[in-house]
DNA sequence: GTGGTCTAGACCACT
DNA sequence: GTGGTCTAGACCACG
């Protein structure tokens, strides 16, 4: 279910934050749902633990997660819109990054293709592989 | 010309390249001009030489400029079309991008109206006084 | 393993930079192993942190290694198909050398048996004290 | 008769020295001849008369030249074997490149090869337009 | 004046 | 512990 790239600059509490928060957002992970343990994670992704409390801390604060001292970590009942509204705020980076695409020659209808490929993608399944911006974190 | 967001998460020198680069892709800036010199540069935004030699020296590595010692720094011939490359694969990330933003609910007109108005800007004014994203995450 | 001659011209960081690569190249660093960390060289090596990171960042930066902050640096999977590549471009420089040679009056069959010298040495033993040219000019 | 690169990463009073040094051993200037004037030499080179006027110091320096007030800088009487004595000293530098090709997986037949050729460019033609190594300076 | 290298020492994020 | 960024200040070679 998980899939981190130890190589990559993105750092893995990051990737893990994100890959998350897209099994929320497309229902994959519901409100309610126990996560796996800090301690299972950490030996499924051969990860140190600290890296994946990091992660988890990171969600509990934002409000995603709900840590509960001895029983473990649930997805919180208002993860899905929280999420939403954060977001959103891609949409300042989607503004910087098309701008950029311009500048770079990347014709207009190019740039809408992709779009629309991308809505494609999410009707047709919910989930795939794709595991986040490779941006260096 | 430059404006630096000190307290960023986006390291000073990239800063710096991000919007050099932005400059020579929207003809500000063309091939054979010279830069700033390093100390001059450090001067008009307070930031220390070293930081700015970085910036530079990166962008010499890419090919972008041409550092001559004892002379000082220019514009490379072929900067724009390097650029250009580069920049396509920023195609990459707004796939990533759009996907989260869909996700997250944002409707496909509005995600398009976005591209639309960001294609807007370039034709209309040439540069402007954005600056890229100041978050790296 | 290392040695570096402070007096040179050719800057510190190149030394490193050169060395390593031979190390790879003679099969002394194969790809996955990690290198010392840059702490660790700078104290080796009696040479400041900055120093060792702008090799290595170098080295990074071509593809030969892989720094992961963090975890640290490490011999990247196509480390000697690139260096071979790189150095394959040293021929242009061997062609000027011996030109010069040639118009200094040394004799072609002492210059033939230079260059088989320097076979013998590579067939013999992988690696030997040989550490580069000391001087720039 | 001269050509100078001022993008190149070798300093352009190394370039002049270089080049004075292979028209000497190729017998195209000799010893006696009369060379052109610091501001001569800068005029028709487009360079600071600084950079000049470092490349003969250096060349008087070495015994090459002999500069003589108010009348101008005249090519040594020893200077060949002067120069060929330091040119033997490039054996040094043959000997780590070709350590390097080898490891780079140059085969021996092929760098015999370029040795060969290098030689037969010699027999046939005095000089040509190569202008040295275009190493980092 | 220019760019380039180096040191010393600090701080940060990540594991 | 790791790598990465930044500052302050020095020195060098080049033009």
Redesign the pocket.
Known sequence: MFSID?MS???????IIEQLERYILSDLLKPGDQLPSVREMSVRLS??P??IQ??YSELDHRGILCSVPGRGCFISENAVPILSEMRRKDIEKLEDLVYNLALAGVEKEKTISIVEKAYENIRGQSTNGKDGNHD??
């Open positions: 130890i600059r993105q750092p893995i509490y990051e990737q990860i140190n600290n890296t990091k992660a260096k974190g």
